[in-house]
C-alpha cells in the first residue's frame, strides 16, 4: 500500500480493540479490508470508537430489529431438514445456532462502523450530536462461538453465487462462518436465495440502508479526518480513492448481509441467550 509500509504495524493491536470494543469474537470482512490501509484504518477507528456508546448500541437494534419486522410475513422454513441432511450432530447444531445468534446480534454494529469508515473515506463528516455518554461495557461475551471465516473448497460455488446475488464483493460473512459445514449452508443459501427475491426482502433491504446511515447521523462525536496529517503519513491520493471506493461497495451490501442472517436466525428457531447487544 504505497509508503504505508514504512509505518509501525498497529493494525493487530487495533482490531483487537475492534472486537472487544464491538463484542465480537471476529472481525467483519469489509473492516478488515479496510485495515489493509493501516494509516487510514487506525485514524477512522480512533474517531469511530469514542461513538460506541448508548446511541450507537440503540441504532444497531433499532436495525436488528428492522430487519426482523420486514422478514415477519415471510415464510422461513425451519431448519431441521438441513441439519439432518448435513448429518449433524448435537454439538454441532448448537455450535450452528451459536453462530447465528452471533451474527444476528453483531452485524448491524458493523454496518454502522462500515458505513462510518465509509463516509470518512469520502471526506464526509458524519456524527457529532454532542450527547455525552458513558462507555459501554467492553470485551466478547463468554457465549460467542469461534467463528472461522474461510472459504473451503466444497463451499466455493455457493459462497460465490451468495456474493452474485447479494451484489457484494466478497462472499457473506455468515455463509463463510457456517461453511464448516457445507451441506447445511447450502441448503439454507438455496432457501435464503428464495427469499431475496421477495418484495419484503427488496423493501427491507432499502430501509435497513436509511436506518444505517440515520444511526452514523446521530451519533454524538464527529468523525472527519486530517487528510493532511494522514498525507504527511505516506497515505496516497490514489489510496483514498482505493479504500473509498472499496467501502462503499461494502456499505452497500451490508443491509443484504443484515437481512440474510435474520432470516437464518429465524430457521434455526431464533435461537436465543439474551436480549443481545
Not at 43 to 57: D, E
Not at 146 to 165: F, N, V, Y
Not at 241 to 263: E, F, K, N, Q, S
Amino acid at each position: 500500500m504505497g509508503t504505508e509500509g514504512r509505518q509501525p504495524n498497529l493494525v493487530p493491536a487495533v482490531l483487537r480493540d475492534v472486537r472487544e470494543t464491538l463484542q465480537m469474537r471476529w472481525v467483519d470482512s469489509a473492516v478488515a479490508d479496510a485495515a489493509g490501509y493501516p494509516t487510514f484504518f487506525t485514524a477512522a477507528w480512533s474517531a469511530i470508537r469514542p461513538n460506541v456508546g448508548p446511541t450507537f448500541l440503540n441504532g444497531a437494534r433499532a436495525i436488528r430489529d428492522l430487519a426482523e419486522s420486514g422478514l415477519a410475513d415471510l415464510t422461513v422454513p425451519a431448519h431441521h431438514d438441513w441439519v439432518r441432511l448435513a448429518k449433524l450432530e448435537d454439538p454441532e447444531i448448537a455450535e450452528v445456532s451459536a453462530i447465528l445468534r452471533a451474527f444476528r446480534d453483531s452485524v448491524p454494529k458493523s454496518a454502522i462502523v462500515v458505513h462510518a469508515l465509509a463516509r470518512a473515506a469520502r471526506g464526509r463528516p458524519a456524527g457529532g450530536s454532542g450527547a455525552e455518554e458513558a462507555p459501554p461495557k467492553r470485551g466478547v461475551p463468554g457465549w460467542h462461538p469461534h467463528i472461522t471465516l474461510e472459504t473451503p473448497e466444497d463451499a466455493e460455488r455457493t459462497l460465490e453465487e451468495a456474493a452474485t446475488r447479494l451484489k457484494a464483493d466478497e462472499p457473506p460473512d455468515v455463509l463463510r462462518a457456517l461453511s464448516r459445514w457445507p451441506g447445511y449452508s447450502s441448503r439454507a443459501w438455496r432457501e435464503a436465495r428464495r427469499a431475496t427475491r421477495t418484495d419484503a426482502w427488496t423493501k427491507s433491504h432499502a430501509r435497513i440502508r436509511r436506518a444505517i446511515a440515520e444511526a452514523v447521523r446521530g451519533l454524538p462525536h464527529v468523525i472527519s479526518l486530517q487528510w493532511s496529517a494522514l498525507k504527511d503519513r505516506g497515505f496516497s491520493e490514489e489510496e483514498r480513492r482505493d479504500v473509498g471506493d472499496m467501502l462503499a461497495r461494502h456499505d452497500a451490501a451490508m443491509p443484504g448481509a443484515i437481512l440474510l442472517g435474520t432470516y437464518l436466525w429465524r430457521a434455526a428457531g431464533s435461537p436465543q441467550g439474551s436480549k443481545g447487544s
